[in-house]
């Protein structure tokens, strides 16, 4: 807790009273009010009273990783769950320790998989260490003693001290260095279904959003940007709004125009209002159809570069019996966030810069927010919220950040709360790609396939956002995913990729690179409908003994009644897939009404992750992959006309309702062995399987989504 | 100047007619809990009750709830927790939880309406939008609160 954050608190709390527009921290208060906790190790802080706050690095969105992180350090410090909360570590103190809490980004299903390791380590070193400061006051070796349960305890003597008695001396001892993590099975916090700790606060309406801030004075943006992308403003008539209530201020940026006013409304109001001209640039007649046509001239490209070559495919295509062609595509999609886009900025006069904002990543946006204002990272503070919603749109891209800062900059003093409107956020995106790819697969005499060419065209998003993560040949994989590592046994394999990268701003969209297990699971699909086996078998048939795609796939079946005779009408589509970690085989039960409506009734998902943290936030988090792969598989799309989107808010980017979720059955099995992520595996099986059981009912094989722009009235 | 009676308090506002109330209530009194989703009554993450009734206040000007009653998520438990409050944390029902003041809201009004709800009832009353796929729990939660006896307060708040 830094200066800045305390008198902060007490500035709000002075506040409080005659208007109600105090601000609280529900969880950093927490540690700043009480000055006698005792920071054992970054990840551990001690109370007298033995309460014990887990600092978290990644971020909340309603994934759990707020929760399971703690479970996890809990399990090795081993106390008493019941007095364990969480609070996010501060990207400034982030900063200013060289990055103790390692990677704050919260993205890839990555939150618990790629900390559990040193989280737990800090959980057992602080163990550790208060079982050896227990010993030094007893004067025994402490090898006698043993910790548990929030109590460290003498075995001869049986003496006993509390976790919060010792904390102080503990944490003066030197971090211990051989660190023995426990078994999976013998976890008793770790691996069970403990309700999250920001759930109570998000059903009683706590501000605990970043578009909930309030600070004293503060200002409200609305914010305009340029339709085209990649446009420019010109200039801006204002003189309409010169006399509209409450308005203070019209900032004026390259890209962007916020008006700044008392209340948010009043700001957007007279945003309408503004007469602007854009430069759009060379980018104001694209469209869906020239996009279109810049991916399939990619798929023309003689001379792509090659993501996977396995075998020789122009011979083995050649001397094939059977050859069977595909194309698939999928159009740009926006996350969507229920909560737009915001960012809160005050630039203090003591030169010190506050962000409070719904961030993926902490140390991304304090170095924009830096970057922006012209300050040292040292001299600012970003307040991580919980996030309304981020499915990646709040990671790389911190555009909002940036915009967030640049307005306030102009109010120095005044704290400024930014917030995207609806249609802004829906036309301002970073979209998962749209691509195209043809599939072509080789099948010998005996029905075996021998061969399998594909070649993707679709934007890169590493391009956009991590350039340094492309590969030499300019491969990016998140383009390629599925493909390039695709586990089926076929001796002869090219994947190529054509990137075109268009002038829509591309991002990483919930499983990046998922479309491609569409195109692989509905064409595999094909394949063995062509061979006229079953699904599952054909699958099993091309899967080594012992990989784990095999157990999936053979659970899902059996959890499924796979085989089993179905409702009339109802009809099953299976998929398989691998991805952040994870391995994922779904079965889909799907019925189509004469009208061509489709209903997903039933999913049935087996999972192995390798360990489960909290199995409850994992099933949560299989539901809420297929409700937000359900949308785009039925509903959504984002079309592209005069240079800009077209789908403007709900009304024309429909999300399913109530009725339309399925029953989803998640099986958890866990092989050990390997950390698997939760947050997307669940959604890269959903369209395959849902679009082979469309196939099953109707006999037509879409390939291309989403679902509302094909006839599926029943001949 | 407008006089608003919200959660049982009156608020005098100074604002213009048409400020829809979700902003009255988040900029003007100071009740952020209610959210903005859309701006167009679609999403639902702005509903609160108007004397009993659920309305969309991003769509709903503050003149016309002059001598109504408004009640929002922050009055919703009477100062503990609501039946449907306390159901919701019992079935692990928010992911993001940005969505879930409408959805609560909503369903608060389903429930006085119909005590017992079907799961009809509930596709029909609950056209809030989730886009973190929290529905089945939603629907558990309804039908789980509906099984409570009603007291609007004095469920402890910890989940089972």
């Known amino acids: 807790m830094n200066a800045d954050r305390r008198d902060f608190l007490k500035v709000s709390a002075a506040l409080g009273g005659a208007f109600a527009l105090e601000f609280s921290f529900p969880w950093a208060a927490r540690a700043a009010v009480e000055a006698a906790a005792t920071e054992v190790n970054a990840w551990v802080v001690i109370y007298p009273d033995d309460r014990v706050v887990v600092r978290i690095a990644r971020s909340e969105m309603g994934q759990g990783t707020y929760t399971a992180l703690a479970q996890l350090v809990a399990e090795e410090l081993d106390c008493d769950w019941a007095k364990v909360s969480s609070e996010f570590a501060s990207p400034n103190e982030h900063v200013r320790r060289k990055r103790i809490w390692g990677s704050m980004s ?5 939150g618990v998989r790629s900390s559990q390791d040193y989280v737990r380590k800090a959980g057992a070193a602080a163990r550790i260490m208060l079982t050896r400061a227990a010993a030094a006051r007893w004067n025994v070796p402490p090898a006698e003693c043993t910790a548990a349960q929030g109590m460290i305890t003498h075995g001869a003597s049986q003496r006993k001290l509390r976790y ?27 691996g069970q279904p403990v309700p999250r700790f920001d759930i109570p606060d998000k059903v009683t309406g706590k501000p605990v959003f970043a578009i909930d801030v309030a600070l004293p004075g503060m200002l409200f943006a609305a914010v305009v940007q340029c339709p085209v992308f990649g446009g420019k403003l010109k200039r801006v008539d204002s003189s309409a709004i010169s006399k509209a209530r409450g308005i203070r201020k019209v900032v004026r940026e390259s890209d962007f125009v916020a008006v700044v006013a008392d209340s948010w ?11 602007i001209e854009w430069d759009f640039g060379s980018n104001g007649a694209a469209s869906s159809e020239t996009i279109a046509a810049m991916l399939r001239d990619g798929l023309a490209d003689p001379a792509l570069p090659r993501a996977r070559r396995v075998g020789d495919v122009p011979a083995a295509l050649a001397a094939a019996s059977k050859v069977i062609e595909a194309e698939y595509s999928s159009p740009y999609l926006n996350h969507a966030t229920m909560e737009p886009q915001t960012c809160t900025a005050w630039f203090k006069a003591d030169g010190f810069l506050e962000v409070w904002t719904a961030t993926q990543n902490g140390e991304a946006s304090l170095a924009v927010a830096a970057e922006t204002a012209g300050l040292p990272q040292e001299s600012v503070e970003v307040h991580k919220m919980m996030l309304g919603g981020g499915f990646g749109r709040r990671g790389a891209p911190q555009d909002f950040v940036r915009q967030g800062v640049a307005i306030a900059k102009a109010m120095p003093g005044t704290p400024v709360k930014m917030l995207w409107s609806r249609e802004e956020d829906m036309q301002h995106g970073y979209y998962r790609p749209a691509s195209v790819v043809r599939m072509k697969a080789g099948v010998d005499a005996q029905g075996k396939l021998i061969a399998m060419h594909t070649r993707v065209a679709c934007p890169s998003i590493l391009k956009v956002l991590v350039p340094a993560s492309l590969n030499k040949e300019g491969i990016d994989f998140t383009a390629v995913r599925a493909f390039h590592d695709m586990p089926y046994t076929v001796p002869n394999q090219q994947v190529d990729y054509a990137m075109r990268n268009g002038h829509v701003p591309v991002g990483f969209w919930r499983a990046p690179g998922q479309q491609n297990s569409f195109y692989r699971e509905c064409f595999i699909d094909e394949l063995a409908v062509a061979a006229n086996s079953d699904p599952i078998a054909y699958r099993l048939a091309l899967l080594k003994e012992g990989d784990k795609n095999r157990l999936v796939l053979e659970a899902v079946a059996k959890a499924s009644g796979w085989g089993n005779p179905l409702p009339p009408g109802v009809h099953r589509g299976v998929a398989i897939a691998d991805g952040f970690g994870s391995f994922t085989a779904m079965v889909a039960e799907v019925s189509v009404s004469p009208q061509g409506t489709v209903d997903v009734k039933r999913v049935v998902v087996a999972i192995d992750s390798g360990y489960v943290v909290n199995p409850d936030t994992c099933r949560a988090q299989a539901e809420g992959n297929v409700l937000f792969g359900l949308g785009a598989i039925l509903y959504q799309e984002n079309n592209v006309k005069d240079g800009r989107i077209v789908e403007s808010n709900f009304h024309n980017f429909r999300l399913p309702q109530i009725g339309e979720m399925p029953k989803v059955e998640t099986l958890l099995v866990p092989t050990g062995g390997f950390w698997g992520g939760h947050g997307e595996a669940a959604i890269l099986a959903l369209a395959p399987a849902v679009c082979n059981a469309v196939f099953a009912a109707t006999g037509q094989r879409v390939r291309s989504l989403p679902l509302k722009n094909h006839d599926l009235r029943l001949a | 100047m407008f006089k608003l009676n919200v959660n049982g308090k009156v ?3 100074d604002v213009e007619t048409d400020m829809p109330l979700l902003w009255v209530l988040r900029d003007h009194i100071g009740l952020p809990g209610t959210k903005y989703g859309c701006g167009i009554a679609v999403c639902g993450a702005c509903t609160v009750h108007v004397d009993g009734a659920a309305v969309r206040s991003c769509s709903v000007p503050v003149s016309a709830v002059v001598g109504k009653k408004v009640l929002t998520i922050e009055g919703l438990g009477q100062g503990g927790l609501h039946k449907l409050q306390a159901s919701w944390i019992a079935q692990q029902v928010p992911q993001c939880g940005y969505c879930q003041s409408g959805m609560l809201m909503a369903a608060a009004a389903l429930l006085k309406e119909k005590p017992r709800p079907t799961d009809a009832d509930i596709d029909q009353a609950m056209t809030n939008l989730c886009r973190c796929g929290t529905y089945a729990r939603v629907r558990a939660a309804i039908h789980a609160a509906a099984d409570i006896a009603d007291t609007a307060t004095g469920v402890k708040r910890s989940a089972s």
């Open chain 1, 106 to 110: 919260t993205g890839g299903s990555q």
């Open chain 1, 265 to 275: 409304w009043r700001a957007n109001q007279a945003l309408q209002k503004l007469k």
């Open chain 2, 11 to 13: 608020h005098q506002v």
């Open chain 1, 164 to 190: 919060g008695e010792v904390a102080g001396e503990a944490a003066k001892l030197e971090a211990p260095t051989e660190i023995v993590l426990r078994d999976s099975k013998d976890w008793k916090i770790a």
